[in-house]
């Protein structure tokens, strides 16, 4: 398996790296190739990241390269995380706000706006380097602002998409909404933050979309664990999480005796364990 991950510079990729060496029984990565115009940077930050591997003992082969096509080409996954203009260029965004009394910073209102024109013109490059030369890769983006999805979908014909139930509600509800195509959009993984997903909302969906499937995705908390449910989606049971992910096990247990297991059908604090549960936090051992 070949991993692309474009904006290698970045400070985040350590964290990224480490993640695929943790998980390399169930993702087989052979190859990492991390792509960046900043050759300082690409430099510092590839050199530690070949070294985290080194003494990891992986045999993953970390490739440093400033060619877009060469490091997407035969890639199966294509990671985006980069800032055009670096930080120097973030600052601005932040500022350009305040300085004339608005609301927004590099994601939203007029510092997203701004970002978002210098980011999308090279997002469509890269999509076309995919589309030639890794057409069956998976591409992740955490490249901001996200709030162009909408037309992200509508021009690239997305058919993936992970989402929270009030964006899947909000997109439906939108006055322009009924102007995208989303025919293409085939299975959707949503989380039912704020918003429960119901049968209703699924079929409005489908409706929306021209049959795609919305599906609760999975049963986690962003800032302790992972995903650590799935639905099948031969087995929809609409109001639950699905049933247990890979090495996760559950149970329910007495709010106020922990040491007690609840009996089945009674109501319960829930506690799990996965490879995915976090230890604890950043220099806080008190929060454990």
């Known amino acids: 398996m070949k991993v692309a991950v474009i904006g290698g510079g970045s400070t985040y990729t350590p964290e990224l790296i480490k993640g695929f060496l943790e998980r390399i029984e169930r993702v087989p990565v052979q190859e990492i190739w991390l792509m960046d115009i900043d050759k300082t940077r690409l430099d510092i930050v ?12 992986s045999k993953i082969q970390i490739i440093l390269s400033d060619d877009l096509v060469q490091s997407i080409s035969g890639a199966n996954i294509v990671i985006t995380q980069f800032r055009v203009g670096q930080m120097q260029a973030r600052r601005a965004d932040e500022y ?27 997002i469509l490059e890269i999509c076309d380097v995919i589309r030639l030369h890794a057409p069956k890769a998976l591409l992740l983006n955490f490249t ?16 993936f998409w992970y989402s929270a139930v009030p964006m ?25 933050f704020g918003i429960i997903l119901t049968e209703e909302i699924s079929r409005q969906w489908a409706s929306f979309t021209g049959g795609g499937i919305l599906l609760e995705g ?12 799935y639905v099948p989606r031969d087995k929809v049971k609409y109001g639950t999480m699905g049933i247990p992910g890979f090495e996760a096990d ?23 364990t996965t490879p995915g549960v976090f230890k604890g936090y950043w220099k806080k051992p008190e929060e454990r």
Do not use: W
Request: hydrophobic content about 35%; some cysteine.
């Open 46 to 57: 590839g050199g530690f990241v070949k070294r985290l591997v080194e003494n990891s003992k």
């Open 96 to 122: 350009l706000g305040k300085r004339h009394h608005l609301v927004g910073e590099e994601t939203t209102g007029i510092g997203g706006m701004s970002k978002a024109l210098r980011s999308i013109p090279v």
């Open 144 to 159: 901001n602002p996200s709030g162009l999805i909408m037309e992200a979908i509508q021009r690239y014909k997305a058919d």
């Open 168 to 192: 899947n509600v909000g997109i439906m509800m939108h006055p322009e909404g009924k102007n995208y195509d989303l025919s293409s959009m085939k299975l959707c993984l949503t989380s039912s």
């Open 218 to 229: 999975a049963y986690g908390l962003s800032e302790t664990h992972t995903a650590d449910t």
């Open 250 to 272: 559950f149970k329910i247990v007495d709010v106020n005796d922990r040491t007690r297991e609840m009996p089945l059908g009674e109501s319960g604090e829930i506690a799990l």
